[in-house]
């Protein structure tokens, strides 16, 4: 299917495992986001990348790390998960020629012990 | 940080009443774009307001913005039991920076 699909879709994990998760898109939009959701905090940006290569930090990428060698995966990494980790990641796509909405990915549940 | 702020947290309504959700925000902006998020899935993008444009409709919403007040609101009318959702408004700078998103509010509407 077309669009923008992440795996796994839950996750439980121990703290100190390291844990990655994928985002793959079928358009190849030169941007992706990662965010985490928390309640009371909203979406927060963690990291992004705006193509093959090239990545940011965003609001708050300590304990976080990705990569993109291919415009249509962005895995996201936490390298020594923490309890404060756990939450729900989203990850979004973005046309930039077009530059207006972005696309968002069904999330991952993520809890760690 | 987030930019922009959402008010009020949480909206609790009858069908066939009007939502209004407002949001604050503080720096200038390109445009401001409003989301949904349904229970336990990822947003959707409901509409795109631009800085030079006051109002935009589509279908049951309404979007005002005023950018000398730094404000936007989202009216959904004729509200249904299935616009049940959190709605974030998300403000596009300037650039390449990301879209910056406010905390949401969460609105029930009741049957």
């Known amino acids: 299917d077309a669009g923008i699909t992440q795996s796994p879709r839950y996750k439980i994990t121990e703290t100190g495992r390291q844990v990655t998760l994928m985002c793959h898109q079928t358009w190849s939009h030169s941007y992706m986001f990662w965010y985490r959701q928390d309640l009371g905090h909203g979406l927060r940006l963690i990291y992004y990348?705006?193509?093959?290569?090239?990545?940011d930090k965003g609001e708050v990428p300590d304990g976080y790390v990705v990569s993109r060698s291919k415009t249509e995966n962005f895995p996201l990494t936490l390298e020594s998960a923490t309890r404060s980790q756990t939450s729900v990641y989203f990850c979004?796509?973005?046309?930039?020629?077009?530059?207006?909405?972005?696309?968002f990915g069904p999330g991952t549940r993520l809890t760690v012990l | 940080s987030q930019q922009g702020e959402e008010d009020p947290q949480a909206l609790s309504i009858q069908e066939g009443e009007n939502a209004t959700m407002n949001c604050s925000y503080k720096?200038?902006?390109?445009?401001l774009q409003w989301y949904r998020q349904n229970s336990g899935r990822g947003l959707v993008h409901l509409i795109l307001i631009r800085s030079n444009e006051r109002e935009k409709h589509s279908g049951r919403l309404r979007v005002t913005l005023d950018t000398s007040k730094k404000s936007s609101s989202l009216l959904i009318t004729a509200s249904r039991a299935a616009d049940t959702a959190s709605y974030f408004c998300?403000?596009?700078?300037?650039?390449?920076?990301?879209?910056?998103f406010g905390k949401g509010t969460r609105l029930s509407v009741i049957a």
């Open positions: 979004a796509t973005l046309d930039v020629a077009r530059r207006e909405e972005q696309f």
């Open positions: 990348s705006a193509a093959a290569d090239i990545t």
């Open positions: 720096t200038s902006i390109n445009n």
């Open positions: 998300a403000t596009d700078n300037s650039g390449n920076t990301p879209l910056v």
